[in-house]
């Protein structure tokens, strides 16, 4: 075991998760996993593991476990769906989170999330891409308009993909 994989060992750290922990479907193993997850790619002390980190999480295609510390992340988001594209792991299965996160209201998720997007590889649902597109499209029309930009880079990015 190398040094790094010592922080999701649960019998040499153990870390719990303040708040809602009632998710029946994740155990405390991985409630485990996930808060050091995003402590090792958030918090400033551990800069120093935040590449190691994320080379193991290609390696293990650990995409999943990302998923879901985003889902559970209250603060430091953008940082954790800055580590989707980071890792180089292939997303293009959850396009649909992908763009709930690129209309979020928060101006850096929604960048960090546009990147991940341009950086899928696919395969695609046509069907899927397509509604997309006219989510984004839809969106785009009720923001301001530097964030219209975005969007709209963002729909000519998805219309790639059909």
Known sequence: MNDFQKYFDNKEYVTKIVGNTD???????????ISSLISLLTKPENRDFKEETLIILKKEKAGELL???????????????AACWESEINF???????????LDKDYLVSLEAIT???TMEGPFNTDEVKQV?????????KLESERQVLLNDLANTLEGFV
């Open 23 to 33: 998710d029946a479907s994740i155990s405390d193993l991985d409630n485990d996993k």
């Open 67 to 81: 998923i879901t510390a985003i889902k559970k992340a209250k603060k430091d988001k953008a940082i954790l769906v």
């Open 92 to 102: 293009s299965n959850h396009l649909p989170f992908f763009i709930t996160l690129a």
């Open 116 to 118: 991940v997007i341009s």
């Open 133 to 141: 597109i006219l989510k984004v499209k839809d969106e785009k029309k």
